[in-house]
DNA sequence: CGTCAAATTGATTCACTTCAAAGCACGTGG
DNA sequence: CCACGTGCTTTGAAGTGAATCAATTTGACG
């Protein structure tokens, strides 16, 4: 509620045919089709616009700018007048809903690629906040919706996109309904692990992993149903046991991935 | 697992335009045009098809099929290949996944107008049951496929759909993740009134109303992450608070909305 | 080196679970 | 018509694990 305050401040908006991808890449190959911009974006692979290529996926890029956001800032907030909707490119927001009383339930946390802004009835249906430094590409309502029509491909690709976050979400809701601290935070390393193999170097080999955590504790607790000590004394349970160690706060190794993964449930 | 026995055992196919709504209707109109059989569908006003009418709803509905499950029957489990798509036209149905050890989550309860069927790289993403006797519109995988592409209507609106649905689960992940078993209690009855004039009678003017529970307090346990016991008692508690009657284990009459709504947490 | 926010650790409480028993509705058969 | 069994719900008693409250440690930064 108060800290609607930053939203949607200042942050001069540029084209994404610019901001996309490393200047470097526009100097030195000036002579290169613009289609390449989007193309060698970081989020394109898995974003709205991966079905797209060549002309089609310029002129799609053509409609969206990107914009930046500091760690903390709000995207938008719960019950705002949705104007835009975004695609994350880099960093990483959380999207939560809060009773009045302050109890927070955080989500989901979307990285590059994902899609957020779901709206109902033209309002934002949940607060989304920057837990790094984010830029997104991001596509007004009304263009988007115009957008929509005119390409098949991205709109197929939503669908895909929507249906993966209700799987994702009924897995959540297993989790946060039926399962215990130590499942809970050991599903929630595997998650990180298999996600990105951006930021946490995998080595399925010889069984180990590295996880980055952007978020804070009291993030975790909050996206997994618990309170930062459970959270952190679990962290601690996990240490004992050696199947992880911490490097850093937000620096996690796994020592032992199968048994990580044992813990976060057979099932899965 | 091992239930997966009943799922999809014989129970002949009819053809859409003849189950879907009342043989009376049929028999005393036989004149009228056949885009009637579908529009008249209980499930039609919030359907995939709601957006189509006239012919369209005619073709539509005809590559559908009508199937009925009885009370326990599987319409299909969490994992299998999935062959169909379905609309719920009457009863209800209930989501669920499960862990290894039998620990059950219920995602959500599917009834009249609601699309069920979400499936991840061609596979079902849940189980699927029949709580009572339940009819279903049903489209096979490729047909539905097809037909998408064919109706921008339909896929625009299961986009809404989908939308609304990720919506309702961000708020079932807070109740899950933050709320009291009081709060989810009196969430649940909340939900069940505003979703149903159907089978609960809603008197909003003197602030009561009153709802039929279809499915077992067990279900009720497991949607809302808690133990029968404490579902029971909770209610029991309810009752004291001369919030709620109990006309029957199934048949609930809420003597006090408001309190419920306020119970159920200022927010939402 | 001192300050401050965040994370960890410790001690205690209490709400929900677990285990156990009783109540209730419904159907079957004598 | 009533005795009896079955399945589900409710209620009771006891145990426990996560929340709460409180103190300490850690790490980042000026």
Redesign the interface.
């Known amino acids: 509620m108060e800290n609607s305050v930053k939203t949607l401040v200042d942050e001069e908006d540029h084209v994404a045919s610019g901001g996309c991808i490393s200047q470097q890449f526009f100097a030195s190959n000036s002579a290169q089709p613009k289609t390449n911009y989007c193309s060698q974006c970081g989020a394109h692979k898995t974003a709205l616009c991966s079905k797209l290529s060549g002309e089609d996926l310029q002129k799609f890029g053509e409609k969206s700018t990107h914009k930046n956001f500091q760690p903390g800032q709000m995207l938008f907030n719960d019950g705002d007048e949705a104007d835009c909707f975004f695609t994350v490119v880099s960093g990483e927001v959380r999207?939560s809903?809060?009773?009045?009383?302050g109890?927070?339930?955080i989500?989901g946390f979307k990285a590059a690629g994902d899609f957020v802004g779901?709206?109902?009835n033209g309002l934002y249906?949940?607060d989304a906040e920057a837990i790094n430094d984010v830029v997104v590409c991001q596509f007004t309502v009304p263009v988007f919706e115009k957008t929509l029509?005119d390409y098949?491909a991205v709109?197929s690709r939503?669908?895909e996109m929507?249906?993966?976050?209700?799987?994702d979400?009924?897995?959540?809701?297993?989790l946060?309904?039926?399962?215990t601290p130590v499942e809970k935070i050991a599903n929630f390393l595997v998650e990180r692990v298999q996600k990105s193999t951006v930021q946490s170097e995998v080595s399925e080999n010889n069984n180990t992993a590295e996880v980055f955590l952007p978020m804070s504790r009291t993030d975790i607790a909050?996206f997994?149903?618990l309170t930062i000590e459970t959270v952190s004394r679990t962290i601690t349970k996990l240490r004992k046991l050696d199947v992880i160690e911490l490097k850093s706060f937000q620096h996690i190794v796994i020592l032992d991935f199968a048994e990580l993964q044992f813990l976060a449930?057979?099932?899965n």
Chains 1, 2 share one sequence.
């Not at 809903?97 to 009383?101: K, P, V």
């Not at 929507?162 to 799987?167: D, F, G, V, W």
Request: glycine share 8%; charged share 30%; no cysteine.
């Open positions: 999207l809903r809060m009773l009045d009383d109890r927070r339930q989500t779901l709206t109902s249906s949940a029509e098949a709109q939503l669908m929507m249906q993966k976050e209700i799987i979400m009924q897995n959540h809701m297993l946060l309904g039926r399962k909050d997994l149903g449930d057979g099932d």
